[in-house]
Structures are given as C-alpha cells and as structure tokens.
C-alpha cells in the first residue's frame, strides 16, 4: 500500500520560511520523480517543483530562487525548502509521484501577517 505523508505546513508571516516534508512508503522511492503541487480554493492545483531520480530539479517561475526541492532516499522523503514567502504562496500543498495516480493528503500553508 502507497502511502505519501506531508508534514510541516502552518502559519507564517510574509517573508518568513517553512520547510515541508513528505514522507513516502510502499514504494521503490529511489527510481520516483517526486512533485510538489499547490492548489488554492476555485483553482487547478499547479505543479510547484519536481526532483528526478538524479536530483534533477524544475520549479514553477513563481518560486524560482524562494523555494528549493531536495530529496533523501535513505529515508524515503521530499522536502521543499520554501523561503520568502508571500501571501500568494497560500494553498494546500501536496506531494505526488510523476506519472501514478498517488497523492498525499496535503498541508496547509498559510503566509499572512
């Protein structure tokens, strides 16, 4: 059974920093392209960065130089360093595995003063 477990959302004032992390079972997690997706209320959840299996990295232009994708495959988890944050970052971030239909539940990451 694929399991995919976010963590490490919250509250945080603009300009302040979060690290979100995801923690995957079930599957060969070494040989998975992992994604991060967000998606606000009454929009298209949106790819916000991708890690390959050689730790090749794509971020959307929204958070390039704010926010950084890493991943350890020792113990199974994606990170997303999320620095800068601004209001507009507000929306429930998921984690995903490229091409499969496996989808953590999501986080809550709220930037507000």
């Known amino acids: 059974q694929v399991q995919l477990v976010e963590s490490g959302g919250g509250l945080v004032q603009p300009g302040g920093s979060l690290r979100l992390s995801c923690a995957a079972s079930?599957?060969?997690?070494?040989?998975?392209?992992m994604d991060w997706y967000r998606q606000v209320p009454g929009k298209e959840r949106e790819l916000v960065a991708r890690?390959?299996?050689?730790?090749?990295?794509v971020y959307a232009d929204s958070v390039k130089g704010r926010f950084t994708i890493s991943r350890d495959n020792v113990k199974n988890t994606v990170y997303l360093q999320m620095s800068s944050l601004k209001p507009d970052d507000t929306a429930v971030y998921y984690c995903h595995v490229l091409a499969t239909n496996y989808w953590g539940q999501g986080t809550q990451v709220t930037v507000s003063s």
């Open positions: 079930g599957i060969r997690f070494s040989g998975k392209v």
């Open positions: 890690i390959g299996n050689s730790d090749s990295t």
